[in-house]
């Protein structure tokens, strides 16, 4: 099993920053990428970045790219989100997600084997 928890959500102004973390645990986590979802209102889910554990390759979704950066620590088992340039249309509910690699890369739900965590609220507002 694996497990997965964010935090670092919260409220901020267009244009701001957040720093989202995804703390990782569990047995088969060497096979997983680790993966951030989001969720507004009204929507659907949208991947929109991912990291592989097995090379540290990374994809980003084209309404983020070049605003949010994935990385990981992998000494401490955590995975970030740095958010910048924030905007309205980014305030969602994101989730970390540990899925397997093909479905990290194409950013699409892993109805398989995937492990989700709980979810934190970005809210951007003017």
């Known amino acids: 099993q694996v497990e997965v928890a964010e935090s670092g959500g919260g409220s901020v102004q267009p244009g701001r920053s957040l720093r989202l973390t995804c703390e990782v645990s569990?047995?088969?986590?060497?096979?997983?990428?680790i993966a951030w979802f989001r969720q507004a209102p009204g929507k659907e889910r949208e991947g929109v970045s991912c990291?592989?554990?097995?090379?540290?390759?990374?994809y980003y979704s084209d309404s983020v790219k070049g605003r949010f950066t994935i990385s990981r620590d992998k000494a401490k088992n955590t995975v970030y989100l740095q958010m910048n340039s924030l905007k309205p249309e980014d305030t969602a509910v994101y989730y970390c997600?540990?899925?397997?690699?093909?479905?990290?890369?194409?950013?699409?739900?892993?109805?398989?084997?995937?492990?989700w965590g709980q979810g934190t609220q970005v809210t951007v507002f003017s």
């Open positions: 997600v540990a899925l397997r690699e093909v479905f990290c890369a194409a950013l699409a739900v892993d109805d398989f084997l995937s492990f």
């Open positions: 569990g047995a088969l986590l060497p096979a997983l990428g």
């Open positions: 990291v592989y554990n097995s090379d540290d390759s990374t």
